[in-house]
């Protein structure tokens, strides 16, 4: 079982930047693959990008490929988001989950991801 917290979010103009993290506990971190779901008032929760356990796969959103990095710092048990170029429609919940084993077929659906934190808001003005 893992427990993760995310940090980092925050007010941020248009074009600006950011970077979430999520600290995991528990001595198996490199078990676990680690993903970044959003959801923005009134929408469904939606995927945003995701890492392998050993970091060298990853996926995005279209919506935000280019812009955002996923990275995760196993010795330190935290993934991070890096988010360039903010858009107002970037502004939402940002929460960070895991699920054990190696990267779910079908990782852009919540349901493959057993373990969640409790979110981050991040808001961009225009």
């Not at 970077?19 to 995927?47: D, H, I, N, V």
């Not at 990853?58 to 988001?81: E, M, W």
């Not at 057993?114 to 979110?119: E, F, H, T």
Request: net charge positive; hydrophobic share 30%; with cysteine.
């Amino acid at each position: 079982q893992v427990h993760v917290v995310e940090s980092g979010g925050g007010l941020v103009q248009a074009g600006g930047s950011l970077r979430l993290s999520c600290a995991a506990s528990g001595r198996t971190f490199t078990m676990y693959t680690m993903t970044w779901f959003r959801q923005a008032p009134g929408k469904e929760r939606e995927f945003v990008a995701v890492i392998s356990w050993s970091g060298v796969t990853t996926y995005y959103a279209d919506s935000v490929k280019g812009r955002f990095t996923i990275s995760r710092d196993n010795p330190k048990n935290t993934v991070y988001l890096q988010m360039n170029s903010l858009k107002p429609d970037d502004t939402a919940i940002y929460y960070c989950a895991a699920t054990r084993g190696p990267l779910p077929h079908d990782y852009y659906y919540s349901n493959q991801y057993s373990y969640w934190g409790q979110g981050t808001q991040v808001t961009v003005s225009s």
